[in-house]
């Protein structure tokens, strides 16, 4: 009879894992929870109890069980490669949280293990798989605006440490705004608009000294970057990434093309409004007006709202506008192994963009532009028939 459900073990049941449990119990049935590990077992235990897990157990006995077939590894940044590499060496399929590993160097090595072994890894984000950027990703596939030219893509927050429960580690090696965030923007971007070519990047550290649950403690990285990129599409664009910025209007992204422009919503959540802005419509507004200048230009400042329109997402998605649906990358693996078709997590994206995030830090640091190595192909667009939760 043929399988339709794929084995799930957790590693590291930190703040992260509450979500992932909840969807992956309530939500995604092609997949079934087995085991969850902890390097304290008391933090599996717990997990254990409020998401009625059957095991709760140590990484070694997690990886020796024969009923998981793909385990999450939710462990901080810096544990990430050690942990991939006993996962991988256990035979299992792995989906690891952002990034797949801190260096680039590491990340190729799990990812060549995984080829060798004949087994998937891939790491989060999937929030590009929601609602939101796939809708973007169909309205550019059918030239909305035109051919893309320029981007802006823009994280600006006052810093983790004031909601986050353990936030030591977003300001170590591994951590700040661009590795803890970029791979939402850098994916988000890949998925839109292929791969990358190039990166500058300048950064800054606003406040060296940050509150760690009361306890002053020193950044070790930098914690406002200032980055410039262009694709091999040949758009180029800016991002911003910081935790230094207390307040902004900044849009999370925006893509800029020949015909109009296209509002993005937020990479990390699933959905959102799209709206795209016809520069046809301003054009006609605009020549439209004959009165004598400054009506023109009048017409143009204040016609631009009529020019833009929210669109029709593609699927239905979470009705709450922040909805977190975390696992849904899991779930198309799953599915990827259930019909033997490819996972739309990638791979080449996961190392395009490990390799991206040490390209800024390389880039900032020599002063120099830096040329990226690795390529990739976009992945497969999710099915305009998609139901809430069901991947097929
Ligand atoms: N917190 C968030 O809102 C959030 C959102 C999206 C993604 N993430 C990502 O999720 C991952 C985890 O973040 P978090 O906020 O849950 O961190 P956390 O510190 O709250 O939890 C991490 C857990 O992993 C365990 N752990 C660490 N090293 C381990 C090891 N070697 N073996 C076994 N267990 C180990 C810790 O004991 C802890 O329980 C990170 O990659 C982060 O980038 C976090």
Redesign the pocket.
């Given at each position: 009879m043929k399988k339709k459900t794929i084995g799930i073990g957790i590693?590291?049941?930190?703040?992260?894992?509450d979500v992932y449990l909840t969807n992956i119990t309530q939500h995604y049935h092609n997949l079934r929870l087995i085991a969850c590990?902890?390097?304290?077992l008391e933090?599996a235990e717990q997990m254990k109890e409020k998401y009625n897990i059957p095991i709760a157990c140590t990484?070694d006995e997690l990886l020796a069980n024969e009923a998981i077939d793909i385990v999450l590894n939710?462990?901080?940044?810096a544990?990430?490669y050690?942990?991939n590499m006993q996962i991988l060496n256990a035979g299992k399929h792995l989906y690891c949280?952002?990034p797949l590993t801190l260096s680039f160097e590491h990340a190729k090595e799990v990812i060549e293990t995984a080829h060798k072994k004949g087994l998937m890894a891939v790491s989060?984000p999937d929030t590009f798989l929601g609602a939101g950027a796939q809708t973007c990703r169909a309205l550019l596939d059918q030239n909305a605006i035109g051919k893309p030219l320029g981007f802006t893509a823009n994280m600006t927050c006052p810093g983790h440490e004031l909601w986050?429960?353990?936030p030591g580690?977003y300001y170590k090696a591994g951590g700040g705004p661009m590795f803890?965030m970029g791979p939402y923007y850098l994916t988000t971007l890949v998925s839109l608009l292929g791969p990358i070519k190039k990166v500058a990047c300048f950064t800054t550290t606003g406040r060296p000294e940050r509150n760690i649950l009361g306890k002053t403690e020193t950044a070790q990285v930098p914690t406002h970057y200032t980055a410039i990129l262009e694709f091999s599409c040949g758009a180029v664009g800016n991002m911003n990434m910081s935790f230094d910025v207390w307040d902004s209007d900044l849009p999370c992204m925006e893509i800029f093309g020949t015909a109009g422009s296209i509002t993005v919503p937020d990479p990390n959540a699933f959905s959102g409004p799209v709206k795209v802005y016809d520069g046809k419509k301003l054009e006609d507004i605009v020549s439209a007006q004959t009165a004598p200048h400054p009506a023109k230009i009048i017409a143009m400042m204040t016609h631009k709202k009529d020019c833009s329109t929210q669109q029709d997402l593609l699927f239905p998605s979470d009705p709450d506008p922040r909805g977190n649906m975390?696992g849904l990358g899991v779930s198309d693996m799953a599915c990827a192994l259930l019909n033997g078709r490819d996972s739309r997590l990638r791979s080449d994206i996961c190392l395009h963009v490990v390799e991206a995030l040490n390209a800024f830090e390389t880039a900032a640091r020599t002063n120099t532009v830096y040329e990226m190595k690795t390529s990739c192909q976009r992945p497969e667009p999710m099915s305009p028939d998609w139901k809430l939760w069901e991947v097929q």
């Open positions: 590693i590291g049941c930190g703040t992260i894992s590990a902890d390097m304290f933090k990484v939710l462990t901080i940044p544990a990430h050690e942990v949280e952002k989060a986050h429960p353990a580690f803890d975390r």
